[in-house]
């Protein structure tokens, strides 16, 4: 479908029900919030009712998705052992019109699944008839947007590219630098260029002009003007788009060293690989150690998330760094140029373009980025808040998918609201969750008056909550064990020491879910909902 | 992994819709009758006793847990409860439940099987008055005998333990008023001033104490008394105004002046020459009341018979003190004219709404 994915120069109908879109979010959390405020004080028998309800959907999801975090990273695990370029070796020898039997599993149970995994994979593959071209043949794009990452931030992330498993000749490394990036900045860049000019296909720099119209001051801009003339790097080498994987990555991420071998598996693998984007797991290992222990836990605690949504690739959106075909790329226009979070918006400009068919297909794997960080511990906590409010920016994306929503015709009613419902409750229960859990659940007891005080409910709404609370501490249990489990290696010398204090850190949450999550993501549907659109800002990082 | 995960989607949002109307009923207080296995709707006691940790049997049945305690599922009508505390009366009453509805027995007041009363001076007295934040002053007829005691002295510790108060001389023996006989002494509660009328070498004076100031700052200021009033209030609103009122005329007489000013037309909060002889006490309506020689107990009754409860004999002339911070009743004993400490309130209780369990934290940190 022909859609501008966009805000603007939007006219009359159209305009309105933007607009119209923008308020419905931060309107609906508001109204949970004061509305269960005002039930607690004047009908607070109706507050505990709901509030009881609420509480059992929360320890449901909470504990759904710990299942589902201990089966995504028991697969993670699984899948860090797997030599990806032995399999793409084997996917190039096979000859897919007489393949019979699938490559022999392993002993071990682990290589088992993995193996079970892969022969389902490729029986897929022969049975699509979409056979993928061979490894050789493809080669991968990765922008690095830069705009106030100095070398210190940038370099490990090129050299770990250059230490892939996969062939570097078959990659080129574009730097995507802004004009109005510091001198020294930009001076790093180009030194950064010529060191790894002859590490990989090549390594270019493109800067993109400070001023361009319809633009925003945003990273999908500046990304969208180098990937356009990479386009033409490419055609000028006779490389085909559809042989071409773009990353996307911010100028902090550390890839594993066997991603793009990983990556250019999924896409051979995949039938549908041109429709495609390709999500690795998102931690924050880089200076893990060298951060507030709140800002860690925050981080853990979004790795865990990506780990959960990984295992549902029908609902399953782009996020921060990561894959997609190249081809899809230049077909949908690119990312959008005058939006924040470019990370999603660019799957669901796909999604929409492609009248539906457009998937996310999870890859387990980890790229390594840093934690939000400054130089004082107050300054770090701005960062991770300002953090917290971009991604939660993400809500920009409801009124433009539900205008295109209305108009699309192609896409199943179904997967609409399928997916108009995730979008919007994801967001709802993002902004509200945390206040109703540790604040506004307590108003009924703090706003007691004596008819409610003696009736039956008044006690035995603590105790319920207690029991609820009580299970939701099991999961957190899990998470910590999980967490420590996933955690780099320091090299200090009290290591254990270190698991401990960050276990107790998880105690936190509670705060964390207000201050990090809730209160973020309600201030950005706010100023979407008044029409105070944020500027994109880029995150603190340092080492 | 994705038929899976809709396999445990399924099983969980079956889940929830089961549970939900289960837990949301069994908030309302509806259980399923072990009888019939019909819905019944059910009510609730919670039992606060003072002093907490009491054993409660309902109908005959121990609870395991001590007060305060919520029993839960109790089917509508009438429920025996008893409360058994070492060193206290049981506590016994019908109580009737209703469905849905929460029985509330906050702060059950425990009699204990004798009342613990301390003689906390070495002399007798003519009155007590209370002054200024834990100030008790122990009257008798001549100034030096005049002492002070600070009430929420063992605030924190255990009545039952060894509890020194401090006995603090108004005047000191080598004071120009020591032998100085007290006429009246008018004071105001909450106000750290008193003024004695006394005589002192057969001459009228007029004194004007400090209690803020360590020792206590004496001031003569009978040149601001022309006659002998009829009686003096003092200000609650300005601790350094007082007011002489004469059968023709109200002076108001500035002390930090040293100035005298016609009143004619002065509202005069009522006379605070006596502490009130009444206290409403355990934050509900537990009364104490000096009645004649006794200092009695009449306990808030809402489900039985109102009893009332002798706790020691007093002069009935003079007057008592009861200090909220430590539950303390002080008064005069009326055959020595000691002066004695009971405790009354073992705890102090916080809230007049009472917590839930899950909601409660120890009440260990209140323990006096």
């Known amino acids: 479908m022909k859609f501008n994915y966009s805000k603007e120069n939007l006219k009359g109908r159209q305009a309105r029900l933007q607009r119209f879109l923008e308020i419905l979010p931060g309107a609906c959390s508001w109204t949970v919030l004061l509305g269960l405020v005002l039930l607690s004080m004047f009908l607070p028998f109706a507050a505990a009712v709901i509030m009881v309800a609420f509480y059992l959907s929360w320890i449901m999801r909470v504990l759904y998705s710990t299942f589902f975090m201990v089966l995504s990273t028991i697969q993670l695990g699984i899948e860090n052992k797997t030599d990806w370029m032995k399999r793409l070796k084997e996917i190039d020898e096979l000859d897919f019109s007489r393949v019979k039997t699938p490559p022999r599993a392993g002993s071990q149970w682990p ?53 892939q498993h996969f062939h570097p000749k078959q990659m080129v490394v574009v730097f995507a630098l802004e004009e109005r990036a510091k001198p020294e900045i930009q001076e790093a ?47 000028a080498r006779g490389i085909p788009f559809e042989n071409v994987i773009v990353s996307c990555f911010d100028a902090d991420t550390v890839v594993s060293p066997h991603y793009f071998a990983c990556l250019t598996y999924h896409f051979m ?55 997609m075909s190249f081809k899809a790329l230049v077909e949908v226009d690119y990312w959008p140029v005058d939006m924040i979070s470019d990370d999603s918006a660019i799957f669901w400009k796909a999604y929409i373009h492609y009248d539906g068919k457009y998937q996310v ?18 300054q770090t906590f701005q960062s991770v808040y300002k953090q917290k409010q971009r991604w939660a920016w993400g809500v920009e994306n409801f009124p433009i998918v539900m205008r295109a929503f209305l108009k699309s015709k192609q896409i199943p009613l179904y997967d609409r609201l399928r997916l108009g419902f995730k979008l919007f409750e994801g967001h709802l229960s993002w902004a509200t969750s945390g206040f109703l859990l540790s604040v506004i659940g307590w108003f009924p007891i703090i706003f007691a008056r004596r008819e409610f005080a003696e009736s039956v409910v008044y ?56 201050i990090f999550s809730a209160l973020p993501a309600l201030h950005a549907q706010t100023r979407l909902m008044l029409g105070r659109y944020l500027e994109f800002w880029v995150t603190d990082k340092k080492r | 992994m994705l038929l899976l995960r809709k396999i445990i989607f399924y099983i969980f949002a079956l889940i929830y819709l089961i549970l939900c109307p289960l837990i949301v009923a069994r908030m309302l207080g509806f259980v399923i009758s072990s009888r019939n296995f019909q819905l019944v709707k059910t009510g609730l006691v919670y039992v606060d006793t003072n002093p907490p940790d009491a054993t409660v049997y309902i109908d005959g049945h121990l609870e395991r847990q001590k007060t305060p305690l919520v029993i839960r599922d109790l089917i509508p009508g009438d429920h025996f409860i008893r409360v058994e505390s070492s060193g206290y009366q049981d506590w016994e009453r019908n109580i009737p439940i209703v469905g849905k509805e929460a029985t509330v027995l906050a702060n059950i007041l425990l009699i204990p099987e004798e009342w613990p009363i301390k003689t906390i001076s070495s002399k007798a007295y003519q009155n007590i008055f209370f002054a200024d934040d834990d100030i008790l002053i122990a009257t008798n007829s001549v100034l030096k005998d005049i002492d002070i005691f ?31 006989r007290l006429v009246r002494l008018f004071h ?89 002889q009444r206290f409403l006490i355990n934050d509900k309506n537990d009364l104490l009341l000096h009645e004649g020689r006794w200092i009695r107990l009449f306990p808030e009754e809402d489900f039985g018979t109102a009893q009332t409860y002798n706790i020691a004999r007093a002069n009935p002339s003079t007057d008592m003190y009861f200090e909220e911070r430590n539950g303390k009743l002080f008064f005069l004993d009326e055959t020595s004219g000691h002066l004695c400490a009971a405790q009354i309130l073992p705890y102090h209780p916080m809230l007049n709404i009472p917590i839930p369990d899950a909601l409660r934290f120890k009440k260990d940190a209140n323990k006096s």
């Open chain 1, 269 to 323: 693998v995949s039938p549908q690989r041109q429709r495609a984007s390709f999500q690795p797991i998102p931690v924050y290992h880089n200076n893990i150690w060298q951060v507030p222990g709140f800002a860690r836990v925050v981080e853990s605690g979004s790795s865990f998330y990506q780990l959960i949504e990984a295992t549902n690739p029908e609902k399953l959106v782009t996020f921060s760094s990561h894959s």
């Open chain 1, 189 to 235: 860049v180009f030194r950064l260029e010529k060191k790894y000019k002859n590490a990989f296909l090549d390594c270019i720099t493109f800067v993109h002009p400070a001023a361009i119209e319809g633009e925003a001051r945003v990273k999908g801009a500046n990304t969208t003007w180098a990937a356009r003339h990479s386009a033409e790097f490419f055609k």
């Open chain 2, 188 to 276: 105001a509660p909450q106000n750290p001033f008193i003024l004695l009328q006394a005589n002192i070498n057969d001459k009228p004076k007029f004194l004007w104490v400090n209690l803020r100031e360590n020792p206590p700052l004496i001031e003569d200021i009978s040149d601001l008394f022309p006659e002998i009033p009829s009686r003096v209030s003092l200000d609650n609103s300005n601790d350094e105004n007082i007011y002489a009122v004469y059968p023709q005329h109200i002076y108001r007489i500035s002390i930090k002046d040293k100035a005298i000013y016609s009143q004619e037309a002065v509202h005069l909060k009522p006379f605070a020459s006596n502490l009130p």
């Open chain 1, 361 to 378: 297909i999870p890859m387990y794997v980890t790229v390594s980025m840093d934690v939000a960080s400054a130089e004082s511990w107050l």
């Open chain 2, 150 to 180: 600070h009430t929420t002295l063992g605030l924190q510790e255990n009545f039952n333990q060894d509890i020194t108060f401090e006995t603090i001389p108004l005047f000191s023996p080598n004071s120009i008023y020591a032998q100085g």
């Open chain 1, 111 to 163: 290589q088992r699944i993995s193996s079970k995994i892969y022969r389902r994979q490729l029986e897929e593959l022969k049975a699509s008839k979409s056979l993928p071209p061979k490894s050789r043949d493809i080669y991968h794009l990765v922008i690095f947007p830069v705009i106030k990452e100095d070398r210190d931030i940038i370099e490990p992330a090129v050299e770990a590219i250059a230490r």
């Open chain 1, 459 to 514: 006690y035995n709404v603590p105790d319920i909550r207690n029991t609820i609370f009580t299970l939701g501490f099991l999961a957190v249990c899990i998470t910590i064990v999980l967490s420590l489990a996933m955690l780099p290696k320091t090299k200090t010398r009290h290591r254990w020491l270190l698991k401990v204090v960050h276990a107790v850190e998880w105690l936190m949450v509670p705060l964390i879910l207000v």
